[in-house]
């Protein structure tokens, strides 16, 4: 379980396919020599498992059914990923309650800044767009946000303050990439109560 506050922006450094998944070698010099392998680590919004661990590195891999769904084949080496290590119980969760679970991809539609801060409208496939309100929480690689707007079928807005800009890659984003995207938690379980409820009074 992870909060979606970002603790830093590892790179790629190196990437390696074997026969049924691809290993990626992650430099982090704030994170990694705190890790152990077998922890997990949210990589762009994805709960991985660090299998190796260096001095500034670890190494995570990932499997075919993750690397359809999430934009982790799309990486390259010298790529940005926000990283953030599993919460632990007690501690203050200053985001919300993130699975590391990416329910699907969306794209970056258009981003102006307004002032100090940035807007930014995604293209949201309807299976998060219909779990997500306004002023609700939603999940972007791996960054936990605040939902500014739903302004039009399938997009999301966000607004996103200069220190999120500069500290994750939501600030390198071009119009047209890709993000993972977590819905939120607690809007997925309402939905899938109710949706369970009306397919139960339809029955005979």
């Known amino acids: 379980m992870f909060t979606g506050i970002v603790e830093c922006v590892g790179r790629i450094v190196e990437i390696e396919d074997m026969q049924t998944t691809r290993n990626f070698v992650i430099r982090a010099q704030d994170i ?3 890790l152990k392998v ?3 680590v949210s990589v762009d919004g994805a709960c991985l498992t660090a299998i190796t661990v260096g001095v500034d590195t ?3 891999d990932v499997i075919g059914p993750t690397l359809d769904r999430t934009i982790a084949a799309s990486y390259k080496p010298g790529c940005g990923v926000n990283l953030e290590r599993a919460m632990r119980l007690g501690e203050r969760i200053d ?3 993130v699975q590391g679970h990416v329910d ?3 794209t970056l539609r258009s981003s102006r800044q307004d002032g100090e801060f940035w807007l930014m409208d995604f293209a949201v496939p309807e299976a998060v767009l219909g779990v997500t309100v306004e002023h609700g929480s939603i999940t972007l690689n791996g960054v936990s946000l605040t939902v500014s707007d739903l302004p039009g079928p399938g997009l ?3 607004g996103v303050i200069p220190f999120t800009h500069e500290h994750t890659n939501l600030g390198t984003l071009e119009v047209g ?3 993972n995207i977590e819905g939120d938690m607690i809007g997925k379980y309402v939905a899938k109560i109710l949706a369970n409820r009306a ?3 339809e029955r005979p």
Do not use: K, Y
Request: charged content about 20%; hydrophobic content about 30%.
């Open 32 to 34: 990694a020599p705190t």
């Open 38 to 40: 077998g922890d997990s």
């Open 58 to 60: 670890f190494s995570v």
């Open 95 to 97: 985001g919300h309650l």
């Open 104 to 106: 699907c991809v969306g």
């Open 156 to 158: 999301c807005r966000i």
């Open 177 to 179: 990439e890709h993000v």
């Open 199 to 201: 397919d139960h009074r």
